[in-house]
């Protein structure tokens, strides 16, 4: 067999995965071990089927290492409907404080308004979330405290959790830098992804919820949106997003196997620093708009001295393998996300392209 084409895939989400990763579903695409189907093609009942769940589910708990008093879910959906279902199955008829350091969290506050009370806590909008918000209005009453850890579209990241007021449960979109590095998911009560910004394919939101927190869940939701119902279900209510979490439970096995949380922390760290230097190095060429202690490890933001050299960049870019780096449609510029599956050539290879440009057009 032929060498398949591969680019650098600098896309926001869906985004790239690991090769070893395609590579093994696309083994065992047809004949799942000796099955001789595809998991596609699997009752979701099966015996091999629910080997598949649990051990996805099993890998992460390791991964992550999620206590006992943690339950996992496997829920459809993506990032946008948890906007919704935290909201309805926590919140009740109280009020709840959202942290805003970016769109993603822009847009969860204003689902959560849609359904009920919820107060701003800090934003930083006027500064075109260019910033963590540094002090906190908190509401003691508040049903729970919510921020985005990693801002995909902004490019701002927290290291550091935000401290909620005692009793106040911390909830977290951790969307786009999930299994990017170790976490202390004790000081969390509540944590989801969507799969397809580091985790996998489109399709699947991961759901990490303390045990106590399901007891406030109404007793008249929708069936599909209660989360007592899904987690008693096993994920399992209805028929599960069956291939995306069996390509989740893939990327999991290849975390494990590269070392885990700290070893891909290291990794992604010294790919965003050859790319932060470059910028900061470029003379005022390329200028990032997010302040240094603020700057997500995982999407990074910059712009061009116009609107032209940046639609260039992009283009060229392209005709050089280095794809997907047009930033997103609301703020413009270019926006490098570099993923726990990008390499390091990877982003060696944007540097250099970086140079090139700038000799070329600077
Ligand atoms: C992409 C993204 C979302 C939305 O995810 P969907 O799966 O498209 O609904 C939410 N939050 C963050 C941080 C994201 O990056």
Known sequence: MSTPKRVYNFNAGPAVLPLEVLQQAQAEFLDYKGTGMSVMEMS???????????????????LL???????????????TLQFAMLPMNLRATGSADYILAGSWSQAAYKEALRLGTARVAASTEKDGFNHLPKNLDLDPQAAYLYFCSNETIHGVEYFNEPEPLAGVPLV?????????????????????????KNAGPAGVTVVIIR???????PSNLPTMLDYKVMSAGGSMHNTPPCYSIYMV?????????????????????????VIYKSIDESGGFYRGHVQPDSRSVMNIPFRLPTPELE??????????????L??????????????????????????????DFQRKNG
């Open 326 to 355: 047009k930033g997103h449609r609301s703020v413009g510029g270019i926006r490098a996300s570099i993923y726990n599956a990008m390499t390091i050539e990877g982003a060696n290879a944007l540097v250099d392209f970086m140079k």
């Open 211 to 217: 045990e106590d927190l399901l007891e406030r869940t």
């Open 249 to 273: 439970g893939l990327v999991f096995q290849w975390a494990k196997k590269i070392g885990g949380l700290s070893a891909i922390q290291k990794n992604n760290r010294a790919k965003a620093d």
């Open 311 to 324: 639609d260039a960049f992009a283009a060229e870019a392209k005709k050089n393998d280095l794809i997907g």
């Open 172 to 196: 977290c979109d951790t969307s786009s830098d999930f299994i990017s590095r170790p976490l202390d998911i004790s000081k969390y009560a509540l944590l989801y992804a969507g799969a397809q």
């Open 44 to 62: 979701h009942r099966s015996k091999e089927y629910d080997a598949i769940i649990q051990g996805a589910e099993a890998d992460l708990r390791e």
């Open 65 to 79: 290492g999620i206590p006992s008093n943690y339950k996992v879910m496997f829920l459809q959906g993506g990032g």
